[in-house]
Nanobody, 126 residues
Framework: QVQLVESGGGLVQDGGSLRLSCAAS????????MGWFRQAPGKEQEFVAA????????YYADSVKGRFTISRDTVRDTAYLQMNNLKPEDTAVYYC???????????????????WGQGTQVTVSS
């Protein structure tokens, strides 16, 4: 099992920045992909970004490309989501999640992620 704890959320103004962290513990050697998802009130949970743990390949939703950067520190078993030029539509609860290797990279499919953190609230005011 993998335990995930997010941190770094908060209230920021339009155009501001935040950096989210996701600390993993437990069976971290089995992590293949670490992903970030978000859910705004009344909306479906959506993919934000993902990174392959060993190689560091990165994937982004079109809505955040050029503004968000995902990274990871495999020594600290922590993933990060640097969010710049935040917009009110980025307001949501942000979750990190881990995916084990299954032979295919389903980086944007939330059903393929096995473990989830508790979420951290990001609020962008206009």
């Amino acid at each position: 099992q993998v335990q995930l704890v997010e941190s770094g959320g908060g209230l920021v103004q339009d155009g501001g920045s935040l950096r989210l962290s996701c600390a993993a513990s437990g069976s971290t050697a089995s992590i293949y992909i670490m992903g970030w998802f978000r859910q705004a009130p009344g909306k479906e949970q959506e993919f934000v970004a993902a990174i392959t743990w060993s190689v560091g390949n990165r994937y982004y939703a079109d809505s955040v490309k050029g503004r968000f950067t995902i990274s990871r520190d495999t020594v600290r078993d922590t993933a990060y989501l640097q969010m710049n030029n935040l917009k009110p539509e980025d307001t949501a609860v942000y979750y990190c999640a881990t995916q084990y290797y299954t032979g295919t990279n389903y980086y944007s499919d939330k059903r393929k992620y096995a473990y989830w953190g508790q979420g951290t609230q990001v609020t962008v005011s206009s």
